[in-house]
């Protein structure tokens, strides 16, 4: 009667790049990755097919030996694996060919990542079971896939609220209007107030990244107001700025706002 032992595959750990709008709303990543699988010829046991396997005298098939150390302090009894068949509690005739009797072999194989929404840099995903292959049956090791966001040229990312920029006229900053922002939803239409200052910012409610491990509640998004002051202006333009500018400087006076108000 042979014991046999089990041995647990190793983990593996890689980094990955992923989109931005992966990290936001999740989704499912391929990559590659070379580990250890099961030899084909010899379905693990790394023994070539018909050889002889016997059980090990030095162990006597148990895979571990006794190993008598005398010290000052007496003789102490350490169990340590066997030398002669290195844990197998066997020996065979002929080791397999094709993977020099380790049962496993380098190959390399396509995992498919699933990545939860609110992710962030440096969060390490578990896939189980996706490292190396047990020996002689044992269970395969995990994968642990390190994640890495691509930096986005439109969004900034501050916990789990979104920051932007977005341009608009000196007069539409005077007057109001309503612009179509970028959002990570799509074109979203918002409204500039009258009187909007450079750099002011415009708060979009729940339009910010998910909260990880939740389905409902997300962060903001924070647009900031860029006012474009044109650096030429028409014969007319001038005209027209110079007549506010001087209804301005009377109303100031008279100590009233911008409109006489």
């Given at each position: 009667?042979?014991?046999?032992?089990?041995?647990?595959?190793d983990d593996l750990q890689v980094e990955i790049e992923i989109p931005f709008m992966t990290s936001v709303f999740g989704g499912q990543e391929k990559i590659r990755v070379r580990r250890l699988e099961e030899c084909g010829t010899c379905s693990g046991s790394g023994v070539k097919p018909g050889a002889k396997?016997?059980?090990?005298?030095?162990?006597?098939?148990?895979?571990v030996v006794n190993n008598m150390q005398r010290t000052p302090f007496g003789v102490f009894n350490n169990v340590v694996t066997c030398p002669g068949c290195k844990g197998s509690g066997q020996t065979v005739d002929e080791y397999c060919p094709t993977c020099s009797g380790k049962g496993?072999?380098?190959?390399?194989?396509?995992?498919?990542?699933?990545?939860?929404?609110?992710?962030?840099?440096g969060t390490s995903l578990r896939v189980r079971e996706a490292g190396n292959d047990g020996r002689r049956g044992g269970p395969k090791g995990d994968l642990f896939v390190v994640l890495n966001v691509k930096r986005d040229p439109k969004y900034r990312r501050d916990g789990i609220d979104l920051y932007t920029e977005e341009e608009i006229s000196y007069a539409d900053a005077i007057l109001g209007a309503t612009i179509k922002a970028d959002t990570v939803?799509?074109?979203?239409?918002v409204k500039v107030p009258a009187g909007t200052q450079p750099e002011q910012k415009l708060r979009l409610r729940n339009k910010g990244v998910p909260k990880l491990g939740t389905q409902d509640f997300r962060g903001d998004q924070f647009i900031t107001v860029k006012v474009k002051i044109p650096q030429a202006v028409s014969g007319k333009e001038k005209e027209l700025i110079e007549e506010i500018a001087s209804?301005?400087?009377?109303?100031?006076?008279?100590?009233?706002?911008?409109?006489g108000i």
């Open positions: 009667m042979f014991l046999f032992i089990y041995l647990l595959g396997v016997r059980q090990c005298s030095s162990c006597n098939g148990k895979g496993a072999n380098f190959e390399n194989k396509e995992v498919t990542v699933r990545v939860p929404a609110g992710i962030s840099t939803d799509g074109k979203l239409e209804l301005y400087n009377d109303n100031k006076k008279g100590g009233k706002g911008f409109f």
